[in-house]
């Protein structure tokens, strides 16, 4: 705990930070004004949720009937907000590109939810928690919504428990928790490795009761591509029929985007295939702000790359490093040998070696930036992957030996077996290889206190938006904002927008309308009628290699530069050798695919220009240029304590960088020491 | 390795479909079978051919969208989602047949992908807790005993891939309407809506066309998540108290 915790959240503890170096300088324009308004209510940080839920307007339960709101998304964020404002009497019409709501990548979330419960009576309080949320982003997020995310939390576990979710219970039929990510008390709250999978579950059910209610109607395999904006304000979207090719018009008075992250732009992630970017992108190119798009989270125990067909990786949890020991082989020639015959002597269990006080448990961007140096340096070990093995061994010899192998069995059992089934071989008896992969994206749409992006009537929830995990998410909290944000914090500020409707009427024929659409309609012509040579597919996974290489866990000034040429390059050959076959008006994946591509394209280069121009390493996000001599992360407080909020340009335009500072009255920024 | 892939192509619900024939070469032993799949679409588009449709998403076995029929097994030979089966499961020179899934009440919407927004309406029919958000009490003012919620967890863990369906021969979902069933009935906050929801559900799943159980059990031999066979007793232990109640 900061000793100075001064929770009147009157006090700045930190100046306005003034950034010298302008590594990026060309590739953008800076505006000439600080963005100062994000319209947290001032006073006691611990009053301000419960000061805003008063002073934003009601609206009438007869009137709520006549106000249509569309949700684009159905995963924790898009599915709660869903249910809650369809109970609220709302007219809800909801989004997604699978066959059903159910589908949603929250599905696949694994470790838990936290909330500050204090169950254990271990010490947890709302302020731990936010005070643990705040310093694990690396001072990045914003301290009124932290805050009020840690407020909300203790309400999720009680909603989510009404509606039959089966959280872990003790004996006495009472919650269980345990403890996550090197936090010291037990809050978070688990139903098995499959936490993601039955909350959202129960948003989905939720939401499924008010579709049989009528109060939501659901779009299922439709895609948002377009937000129509009528006089500054969202008003509706274009969006695809994907079974039909039909492209509709939906009009509403306020649009949420609840689409989640965009990790799919390095190709390879933990994300589902089809989640992308495009929601949230062609609502940038449409003027909203895209905050501290660079943020990355890198998790460090995944199942290795095999081979150049791969299309996705897959995560293991990070428990596994409770008891296994990460190492290489000391000697590059040893790399391909079984690992069994490379004698102790000759094994470099290197995390153990640098940070013999956390050994294998350092944070996840330490992990994973030190297996990648490891593979860099060529002690890589699995399948050669282009110029390196990309593997480290994570091995359970010794915890066999000690806990024997029924106790190992017993703890992770269905982790081993998923491991076997991926890779082949047997992890009792050869030790598992891992290696780091894009998991989540702490970059997103900006939006202020109450959600809303800079575009009026536009909201954006859960992984989309930027506001909550700073440069670094700790374990157990995308859950927690996610149903934060859907369940109890958008209901209740989008109200005070939706006081101000209903909305003037529009139509079809209003020229913001056809404007919307005929861009979409153009756009996929487009595609359709390239005929080059390259699938959209080659054309991801080209860029991804760029992201990776580039923009991953480590970033230079040099590469970065070269990043940006090569994808201004490869967008450039995107429109003029794209190849997709068949047609608009039916079932077409290469179509939706090429849509999803040129998007990510398009945020890879903005990724590579913040990152760029943030030459400082935060969380996942390492700067070669800034580290301390013995070679760990450096932030500087004082030149980036900022979110960097980024305007569209306009077609072939440079992005415009808006800065908003980061200012804390409740804790004061430290840096991390894991030695 | 090298295969020959038979595998059902319908251009849309509306037109016939039939099977056609793929030559697939240098298949690595590593890649999952979607990633197969992927190799052959890669290959096709290049010829100027349109590539298959089906359905994925996660690839990592709990979405439940990826629902193939493998040689005429759902999700093919092992228990496991499509998306999680290797090709080391396979041999080289093999004749691997890939249809969509099979039952009336999965219409086929193009080439591998089916309709299964059946499931959806089931669960619109009484799949839930009525709970308002914000009207929840204290968490732990209601316990679970742990033997029941570790229970209703067990069979909270069906992915809604459909894949009991496509396995029984009679096309019913019995196994995915007591997996449902059984999780909110072992829970206290599922009891007051119990009858109903049983009632409801059981009358969408017959309405939506889906076959009545006869006991045969492929569908909790077919289920990727191990589903046991005994929430379809619980179901009709369920139904048979509602009815009686009068529901």
Not at chain 1, 63 to 85: E, H, M, P
Not at chain 1, 391 to 414: P, Q, S, T, W
Not at chain 1, 495 to 508: K, N, S, T
Request: glycine content about 10%.
């Amino acid at each position: 705990m900061a000793s100075t915790a001064d929770v009147s959240g009157l006090t700045e503890l930190n100046g306005p930070p003034e950034q010298r170096s302008d590594d990026a300088h060309g590739y953008y324009t800076p505006a000439p004004e600080k963005l100062v308004d994000a319209k947290a209510p001032t006073g006691l940080i611990k009053d301000r949720w419960t000061t805003r839920k008063m002073e934003n307007r009601l609206v009438n339960p007869a009137n709520r009937r006549k106000l249509d709101v569309i949700i684009v998304g159905t995963g924790l964020a898009g599915g709660s907000a869903a249910a809650t404002l369809g109970e609220a009497g709302y007219n809800v019409k909801s989004f997604c590109y699978q066959d059903s709501p159910r589908r949603a990548h929250s599905i696949a979330a694994q470790g838990g939810i936290n909330a500050a419960k204090n169950y254990k009576e271990d010490g947890d309080s709302t302020y731990r928690l936010f005070y643990d949320t705040v310093k694990g982003g690396d001072y990045r997020s914003r301290e009124s919504n932290v805050y009020r995310l840690a407020e909300v939390s203790a309400n999720i576990i009680d909603q989510c428990v009404a509606q039959g979710v089966p959280f872990a219970r003790d004996y006495a039929g009472l919650l269980d928790n345990r403890s996550f990510g090197g936090v010291q008390v037990s809050r978070t709250f688990y139903a098995r490795g499959q936490t993601g999978q039955q909350l959202l579950i129960g948003a989905y059910q939720a939401m499924e009761r008010q579709v049989a209610a009528g109060t939501v109607t659901q779009y299922t395999r439709h895609e948002m591509l377009e937000v129509i904006v009528v006089d500054g304000k969202a008003r509706g979207i274009i969006a695809r029929d994907l079974v039909t090719g039909e492209i509709e018009t939906h009009l509403a008075d306020v649009v949420v985007l609840a689409s989640g992250g965009y990790g799919n732009v390095f190709y390879l992630s933990t994300n589902a295939m089809g989640s992308n970017v495009t929601a949230s992108w062609r609502a940038h190119r449409k003027g909203a702000y895209m905050a501290n798009p660079c943020y990355t989270q890198i998790h460090p125990t995944c199942i290795p790359v095999s081979g150049d067909h791969q299309s996705k990786l897959t995560l293991m949890s990070e428990s596994l490093r409770n008891d296994g020991r990460i190492w290489v082989p000391k000697n590059k020639e040893d790399c391909t040998k079984d690992p069994r015959d490379i004698p102790e002597e000759d094994r470099d269990y290197y995390l153990e070696r640098i940070y013999p006080s956390f050994g294998n448990l350092v944070p996840r961007d330490i992990a994973s930036r030190q297996a990648k140096n490891m593979c860099d340096e060529g002690r890589g070990v699995g399948p050669m992957v282009g110029d390196f093995r990309r593997g480290v061994y994570l091995d359970f010899a010794d915890a066999i030996a000690r806990l024997g192998e029924d106790a190992v069995r017993e703890k992770y059992d269905n982790l081993f077996d998923m491991y076997e089934r991926i890779t082949g071989e047997n992890p009792y008896q050869v030790p598992m290889r891992i290696y780091p992969a894009v998991h989540y994206v702490m970059g997103g749409l900006w939006v202020d206190y109450d959600l809303q992006s800079n575009i009026p009537g536009l909201f954006v929830t859960g992984e989309a938006n930027f506001s909550d995990h700073g440069a670094n998410r700790l374990g157990a909290s995308a859950l927690m904002q996610g149903l934060a944000d859907g369940y109890f914090v958008l209901p209740n500020t989008i109200r005070d927008y939706l006081a101000d409707g209903p909305f003037e009427q529009i139509d079809e024929s209003h020229p913001a309308v056809v404007e919307a659409r005929t861009s979409v309609e153009e756009r996929i012509d487009k595609f359709l009628s390239i005929g080059g040579s390259r699938s959209a597919d080659s054309f991801h996974k080209e860029l991804g290699n760029i992201m990776w290489e580039y923009c991953g866990m480590e970033r230079s000034e040099d590469g970065l530069r070269k990043a940006i040429d090569m994808i201004r390059e490869l967008k450039a050959e995107f429109w003029t050798n794209l190849k997709v076959l068949g047609t608009a008006d039916s079932l077409n994946q290469s179509l939706e695919k090429a849509g999803r591509v040129i998007d990510f394209i398009e945020l890879g280069e903005l990724m590579c220009i913040d990152a760029l121009n943030r030459r400082e390493s935060c969380g996942g996000h390492f700067r070669a240029e800034s580290q301390t001599e013995d070679g760990e992360a450096l932030r500087h407080d004082e030149e980036f304590a900022y979110v960097a909020a980024w305007e569209f340009g306009g077609e072939g335009g440079l992005p415009v960088l808006h800065k908003e500072d980061l200012i804390y009255t409740a804790i004061e920024m430290k840096q991390r020491s894991y030695k | 390795m090298n295969l020959t892939l038979k595998i059902w192509r319908q251009k849309d619900a509306q037109s016939s479909g039939a099977m056609q024939s793929y030559a697939v070469e240098g298949i690595s032993e590593d890649m999952s079978f979607l990633e197969m799949l992927d190799t052959l679409n890669e290959q096709l588009n290049e010829r100027g051919e349109e590539p298959v449709a089906f359905d994925h998403d996660c690839r990592e076995g709990i979405c439940g969208s990826c629902d193939l029929m493998i040689n005429g097994q759902a999700h093919g030979p092992e228990v496991t989602t499509t998306c999680q089966l290797h090709m080391r499961s396979f041999s080289d020179g093999q004749t691997i047949t890939i249809e969509p899934w099979r039952a009336g009440a999965f219409p086929v919407v193009k080439d591998l992908i089916v309709d299964r927004s059946a499931f959806d309406r089931i669960i619109q029919s009484g799949g839930y807790v009525s709970v308002n958000t914000g009207s929840a009490p204290e968490a732990n003012s209601v316990p679970a005993p742990r033997d029941k919620a570790m229970r209703a967890f067990n069979v909270a863990t069906c992915i809604g891939c459909g894949a009991c369906v496509a396995a029984c021969p009679n096309g019913s979902a019995s196994l995915f309407l007591g997996a449902k069933i059984t999780h909110l009935g072992e829970l206290p906050q599922g009891q007051p809506e119990r009858m109903s929801r049983v009632a409801g559900m059981v009358a969408q799943h017959d309405a939506e066309g889906f076959g009545g159980c006869t006991n045969i059990g492929e569908c909790a031999s077919a289920c990727p998540k191990e589903i046991p066979l005994d929430v379809i007793s619980q179901l009709n232990k369920d139904l048979r108290d509602a009815l009686r109640a009068g529901y």
